[in-house]
């Protein structure tokens, strides 16, 4: 690699890179180089980094067009009407939040998985961090496919599943509510990564809801069992952020959650996203 170096940060995924000044434009070079590591690690870590809101939209950028948010701007925090920035933030003004997302754990789930063309990057930067939780969890759903039992395999394969989203950092849908009213897309169960050609597993408990070819009750059993398995195979990385760090993950082929923290602790991130693709198996 020229002009940075790359140190792992677990076992199953992600890569710190040194070396690079983010507010910088890069050459193709550079880019290429980074968006290699990006595939083979799926979450890259930049620390140190200094980023006003116009030089992280700039890298981000770099990547490809920014992506959108489907939730409507009448329907978002005051002051959270741009259509491609994002603050996960607990910050609050007259009692009200002034981002999104603003308190305690989140389950883990894939980023606009509830779309007909889910993002590809999704790239959060760290301005002010909570002293305890507020970790951001990261598995590595290449590796959850493929350490798979062939019983579960069996049961998905070929199959997809219902995502929705309730703007909610912790409660799915109740089905018999209805759906109409919340974002939700069908989606293949296992993926195959338009870049890489790997298939990773596409499911999560925050918005998974519901397989094609089962009823709720068995639909439910098989979820709960998926994720259960995607906590227990080593392949999670936990990410205790610092002032400074934006980190970009792949969220095609890993999911997230985050972790409780102290309601009276500050928490203030800048998210933006890449624009994806419509997903097959």
Not at 50 to 66: I, K, M, N
Not at 183 to 188: A, E, F, S, T
Not at 272 to 280: A, D, H, I, P, R
């Amino acid at each position: 690699m020229v002009g940075f170096s790359l140190h792992k940060l677990h076992d199953s995924l992600g890569a710190e890179v040194r070396g690079l000044d983010l507010s910088e434009p890069m050459d193709s070079g550079t880019r290429d180089d980074l968006v290699q590591a990006w595939t083979d690690h799926l979450i890259l870590l930049f620390r140190g980094q200094e980023l006003t809101p116009e030089t992280q939209r700039a890298f981000c950028e770099q990547f490809g067009p920014l992506g959108g948010r489907l939730r409507k701007a009448d329907q978002r925090p005051e002051g959270q009407d741009a259509d491609n920035i994002m603050l996960v933030t607990n910050v609050r003004k007259n009692g009200v939040p002034i981002g999104s997302l603003p308190d305690g754990e989140m389950f883990f789930h894939h980023d606009k998985c509830y779309a007909a063309e889910p993002d590809w990057g999704t790239m959060l930067y760290a301005m002010e961090v909570t002293r305890v939780g507020g970790h951001t969890l990261f598995a590595n759903m290449y590796d959850a496919w493929e350490t798979l039992p062939d019983d579960l395999k069996a049961k998905i394969d070929g199959r997809k599943v219902l995502h929705i989203y309730k703007y909610l950092p912790t409660e799915r849908v109740d089905l018999k509510d209805g759906i109409d009213k919340y974002d939700h897309r069908w989606q293949p169960m296992v993926i195959t990564h338009p870049k890489s050609g790997r298939r990773a597993l596409y499911v999560n408990e925050l918005m998974s809801a519901m397989i094609e070819g089962y009823d709720e009750d068995e639909s439910s059993e098989i979820i709960n069992a998926l994720n259960a398995h995607v906590k227990s195979a080593g392949i999670i990385y936990d990410h205790k952020w610092r002032r400074g760090d934006l980190m970009m993950w792949d969220n095609w082929c890993t999911m997230h959650a985050r972790t409780d923290f102290p309601r009276d602790q500050t928490r203030m991130l800048r998210r933006y996203t890449v624009m994806g693709q419509e997903l097959s198996a």
